[in-house]
């Protein structure tokens, strides 16, 4: 069984910045593409950036462009996402997982970005 465990979130002032991360127990990212989503109070989740596997190639929301950078660590199973230039709009509960959502979701990590 798969457990996905978020870390880094927390409190930060507009245009701070947070380094999220990810970890998995049990199975081994290797050969998948990850990703980070995101679900705010009443909206439903949506994808905020994806890597492949290798680290060749990077994919990021309009909203996440030039803000945010994943990146991946396969020898140690981790994946990241660097968040610079918060914005109140960010606020969220933010999550890993496979790009195409292959385990199951954890508990996620609250961003909260005060005005």
């Known amino acids: 069984q798969v457990q996905l465990v978020e870390s880094g979130g927390g409190l930060v002032q507009a245009g701070g910045s947070l380094r999220l991360s990810c970890a998995a127990s049990?199975?081994?990212?290797?050969?998948?593409?990850m990703g980070w989503f995101r679900q705010a109070p009443g909206k439903e989740r949506e994808s905020v950036a994806a890597i492949t596997w290798n680290s060749g190639t990077t994919y990021y929301a309009d909203s996440a462009k030039g803000r945010f950078t994943i990146s991946r660590d396969n020898a140690k199973n981790m994946v990241y996402l660097q968040m610079n230039s918060l914005e109140p709009e960010d606020t969220a509960v933010y999550y890993c997982?496979?790009?195409?959502?292959?385990?199951?979701w954890g508990q996620g990590t609250q961003v909260t970005v005060s005005s």
């Open positions: 997982n496979t790009r195409l959502k292959d385990y199951p």
């Open positions: 049990g199975r081994t990212f290797s050969g998948h593409s």
